[in-house]
């Protein structure tokens, strides 16, 4: 029913940029807070950024300045801008809607590859 798709991942090198997407379908979008998170080998999933359905933004203490989470309503889409990226950025990156188990839902994953 409810169905999140992320792109945008891929290899680029340390003080770059990319931009991650997340389209979603199946279920009401726009009354929803969106989310990024990431998980590297060895490490726990980490929340990245969120956005309320009224345009509030959060931020890790560890992308803010650097990253900017947006949606569209309209497209039923959320991004994410990475820019100076770290190699320590390297993970695989998740879009969540929702914030409430079991009410929330999680895309497939896509991996962003920083490079030193």
């Known amino acids: 029913q409810v169905q999140l798709v992320e792109s945008g991942g891929g290899l680029v090198q340390a003080g770059g940029s990319l931009r991650l997407s997340c389209a979603a379908s199946?279920?009401?979008?726009?009354?929803?807070?969106m989310g990024w998170y990431r998980q590297a080998p060895g490490k726990q999933r980490e929340l990245v950024a969120a956005i309320t359905s009224g345009g509030s933004t959060n931020y890790a203490d560890s992308v803010k300045g650097r990253f900017t989470i947006s949606r569209d309503n309209a497209k039923n889409a959320a991004y994410l801008q990475m820019n100076k990226v770290k190699p320590e950025d390297t993970a695989v990156y998740y879009c969540?809607?929702?914030?409430?188990?079991?009410?929330?839902?999680w895309g497939q994953g896509t991996q962003v590859t920083v490079s030193s």
């Open positions: 199946g279920s009401s979008f726009s009354s929803r807070t």
């Open positions: 969540r809607l929702g914030t409430y188990y079991p009410y929330d839902y």
